[in-house]
């Protein structure tokens, strides 16, 4: 108890109240005060007197600064989201229009940010829409070009078919003295008597609207009709599968009125062929 | 804001409040003791406009470190005490403070704290009431360097050209003084 007292006068308690102790006797003097009561009652004693002393040189602030303090504190406040549940106190109206002008600016803000989000979609759904709409075209477009390319395949499938078949006996007709430059190709299939005329190799002179070339058949030096063909307008693929014949020593293109001749005008003979 | 309604608590009731974010906490806080840390305040900085500023900052970072105060370390305004005096010596340091005092010469804070002890010892400056009986004269200098000016008693012995040994037991002789005086 006497180091305690002596403890007590050595000053160093005064001292620690006017915090001008370093942090180890800082420390010592709180675990001092922990462990003797007489020690913690003369802090308490030291701060107190020190506490009226300031008291004694109190200086009003000036009025205005309360609620500019307050204020700063009480917004701090409305952020901690810790206000009290009992308002039993009148508060001061400018304390409650400052919580209240931040809800405004929320809601505001939010409005904005609501407004801004549905431009965003709206824009993004026409920008879709017009994609989607372009996809639809283009996807129509390749369909078109599908479908001819199968036909394509098709087509030169059967012309390859004339020329695989061993029953297929191709014919090159020939330009007669009127027409030398004439000349076309022709198959003939002995067995299912089909007469194709290949269409891509056909050079024959341009007809006018009132006359079609008709092919003939020369069986036992008779002509027999297979039927009309016009000159293609554009370049086109395929083979054109004329009328069926069993048996023929050649062919001949005549060019006849619309819709072919019972005979051939034998003048007008363009391109002839025998096997 | 009238004065008429100031709030006062018993200080445990306050620090329960305090922890509890209360608003009338801050103001009780506020009238309790502002006039007594804005006395501290001026006696360091004496432009009103620029003690103020000190005294809003200081209330709102006892506001905000009020975690850090504990009851059993000591009374809650020695605590807040210490807040105040630290940040007015901070703006009195501080660059922005000296381009205002146009002091740009002053190189450090006793320097310019000794300066100014001319000014601030006025009475008629602080209009406050002087315990003009309880303490001797060189009692109150080093109890007024050390509380309100936040000199070491180190600083405030080589000031005063006084030996540490009297400065500490003018300190602790000074104190008993005042403890005698407010229990009378």
């Known amino acids: 108890m006497e180091n305690v007292k002596a403890y007590i006068e050595s000053g160093i308690l005064e001292l620690y109240v006017l915090s001008d102790t370093s942090a180890t006797e800082k420390a010592q003097v709180e675990e001092m005060a922990a462990k003797y009561p007489e020690i913690r009652a003369e802090i308490t004693e030291i701060e107190k007197s020190m506490e009226l002393y300031a008291e004694e040189h109190a200086v009003e602030p000036s009025e205005n600064l309360r609620t500019k303090v307050l204020n700063s504190l009480i917004v701090n406040l409305g952020d901690d989201n810790t206000f009290s ?22 809601y505001k803000y939010a409005f904005a940010a609501c407004l801004t989000l549905l431009l965003i979609s709206v824009y993004g759904l026409v920008n879709l829409y017009s994609k989607l709409q372009e996809s639809n075209t283009q996807l129509a477009a ?13 087509l030169r499938d059967n012309e390859l078919q004339v020329y ?44 006018d609207e009132q006359h079609q070339y008709q092919l003939w058949a020369l069986v036992n030096g008779k002509p027999v009709d297979m039927g009309v063909f016009d000159l293609p307008k554009a370049d086109t693929a395929g ?23 019972i005979n051939p005008t034998m003048d ?7 096997f | 804001m009238s004065p008429k309604r100031k709030i006062s608590l018993s200080e445990e009731d306050l620090v329960l409040a305090l922890r509890n974010r209360e608003k009338i906490a801050v103001e009780a806080l506020y009238d309790m003791y502002s006039a007594s840390l804005f006395g501290v305040i001026s006696r ?70 000794d300066e100014q002890r001319n000014t601030v010892y006025k009475p008629e400056l602080l209009g406050i009431r002087e315990l003009v009986s309880t303490l001797k004269p060189e009692q ?45």
Request: aromatic share 8%; charged share 25%.
């Open chain 1, 142 to 154: 390749l369909q078109t070009d599908n479908t001819k390319i199968a036909n394509q395949v098709s």
């Open chain 1, 239 to 261: 083979v054109k599968e004329m009328k069926a014949i069993a048996s023929a020593q050649g062919f001949a293109v005549t060019l006849e009125p619309n819709g072919g001749s």
């Open chain 2, 44 to 113: 360091i900085i004496t432009d009103e406009a620029i003690a103020e500023d000190v005294l809003q900052e200081t209330f709102v970072k006892i506001w905000h470190s009020f975690s850090g105060y504990s009851a059993e370390k000591g009374r809650l305004f020695t605590w807040m005490v210490n807040i105040a005096r630290n940040l007015a010596i901070d703006k009195v340091r501080s660059k922005d403070f000296k381009n205002q005092s146009k002091n740009h010469e002053l190189e450090n804070n006793v320097t310019f704290i």
């Open chain 2, 140 to 184: 109150k200098s080093i109890l007024d360097l050390v509380y309100f000016k936040g000199y070491t008693h180190v600083e405030a012995a080589e000031e005063l050209g006084i030996p540490l040994g009297t400065i500490k037991t003018r300190l602790r002789m000074a104190i008993i003084q005042l403890r005698k005086h407010f229990n009378e």
């Open chain 1, 164 to 207: 695989r078949d061993t029953a297929f006996k191709v014919l090159k007709l020939k330009g007669t003295a009127k027409t030398p430059s004439a000349a076309m190709v022709l198959a003939w299939n002995s067995i299912s008597k089909k007469v194709m005329v290949d269409v891509p190799s056909l050079k024959l002179p341009q007809h």
């Open chain 1, 85 to 106: 549940k009992t308002v039993t106190r009148q508060d001061d109206d400018n304390i409650r229009t400052i919580p209240a002008a931040r809800l405004t600016s929320f």
């Open chain 1, 268 to 274: 007008q003979m363009v391109v002839i062929g025998t």
